[in-house]
């Protein structure tokens, strides 16, 4: 059956996979929030919840959410043992909301190939965002070297300041970070390459 609405697409690429991600912790979270004292954390669009994971590890209440179940459940799988549980919760970003507040977002390739209400998520996501807390936004700037051999590649690729125009922040806001990082990775077939992030993180005032 052919995927027709978001949930759809993502459950049948979850479900039509035993893991679709590394299960590792987004490299640009880890650098920057190791040593930070943990708080409360928001990861969207969570996957398989590699990012949740490791923050609940570092001391983190965390909220994670995602459209699939199935990415839900391998989460939740994934996180049995925890001494701090992980609220996990399968939610359509673009309708999901909540009364708490938090001192970090992260949002973490949060690209689509279907059609997305990106621009309005994390809009809606800073709104969540506690007095001096973190929004951090992961993007893919540029499409990795093997993207040809891809049939659901990203489309989009975002620069930081087109990310920090998409947040459409006030005065409230201070952009920490705004730049395109490197890292490395491995391609299907095994080729060894380097993947450009475009990486946005502003501070609630």
Not at 33 to 59: K, T, V
Not at 168 to 188: F, H, N, Y
Request: glycine share 8%; hydrophobic share 45%.
């Amino acid at each position: 059956m052919t995927a027709t609405g978001p949930e759809s697409f993502w459950e049948e690429r979850y479900a039509g996979k035993p893991q679709v991600w590394s299960g590792r912790v987004n490299r640009v979270l880890a650098e920057l929030f190791a040593d930070l004292p943990p708080g409360r954390a928001l990861d969207l669009g969570c996957g398989e919840g590699g990012d949740a994971i490791w923050l609940a590890e570092h001391g983190w209440t965390v909220t994670a959410v995602d459209i699939s179940t199935t990415a839900i459940e391998r989460g939740r799988r994934a996180a049995t043992g925890l001494a701090d549980p992980i609220d996990w919760v399968v939610a359509d970003l673009g309708e999901w909301t909540t009364n708490k507040r938090f001192d970090l977002v992260v949002s973490s390739f949060l690209q689509s190939p279907i059609e997305l209400p990106r621009a309005s998520i994390l809009r809606a996501a800073a709104a969540l965002v506690a007095p001096a807390g973190r929004l951090l936004v992961v993007a893919h700037a540029a499409p990795p070297p093997w993207a040809s051999q891809l049939h659901d590649h990203h489309e989009a690729f975002l620069t930081p300041a087109a990310q920090v125009a998409e947040l459409d922040l006030d005065d409230s806001w201070k952009i920490e970070i705004a730049e395109v990082r490197s890292r490395p990775a491995t391609g299907p077939d095994g080729e060894a390459a380097e993947l450009e992030d475009s990486v946005v993180l502003v501070t609630r005032s």
